[in-house]
């Protein structure tokens, strides 16, 4: 046992001084030479070292970037869209002189009364219904659809038809207005006179049901068939001189 343990370590001290010999035949260069290129190498690896974690410094600061420029680009596209709802409201409404505005809000309070007064007409005729002049958006027309739904101008209605269209427009008017101010009084001027008997007597009824609703309905007019309809009245009685007096309910003669 001792013997082979021998032999072991001698073998074991014979391999190590082969390879210590291989090792001197490796170069025939001195050592001072190979170590200077060892050196020369420990140098080049340092800078490639060094080299290299400035690239991954560029690469960390370019991904830091992206990701700001990205960012960036999300707020940009945001803007957009606000300057895009702006600039659309701008086409509607902006003007130096505000004048596209006040247009834009009579356009909303015209389309408001005209729809009240939609509703006040279909109670006194089947046959006009009122809308807004396509190139004149602060005008109205009326389709007619007695022909076919044809639309006209206003201003080519009949004495009768201006009257119905008229009183549809005050009625929408005072309905619209009595959201913010109470209107509780109507008074309508003349034009009795160009109706027919049917359309007078729906008129009439219109206003009656205006005074149903509590309203005071004023009609100035000289229409005799009127009398017979309005129980109270205020009449102008004409005088010598060309004078007159006023007489009925809550008149005095000073």
Known sequence: MKRQTELEARRK???AALIREREKN????PAEALTERIAAT???VKQLQ???GGIQQLLSDNEKQRRT???RMKAIELQKKEWSRWDELHELIGSADGKKFRNFAQGLTFEMMTSHANRRLREMTDRYLLIRDETQPLELNVIDNYQAGEIRSTKNLSGGESFIASLALALGLSQMASRNVRVDSLFLDEGFGTLDDETLETALETLAGLRQDGKLIGVISHVPALKERIGTQIQVIPESGGRSHLSGPGCQRL
């Open 42 to 44: 420990d140098a080049e």
């Open 69 to 71: 420029q990205q960012d």
């Open 13 to 15: 001290d014979k391999s």
């Open 50 to 52: 060094l080299e290299r």
């Open 26 to 29: 490796l170069s025939d260069q």
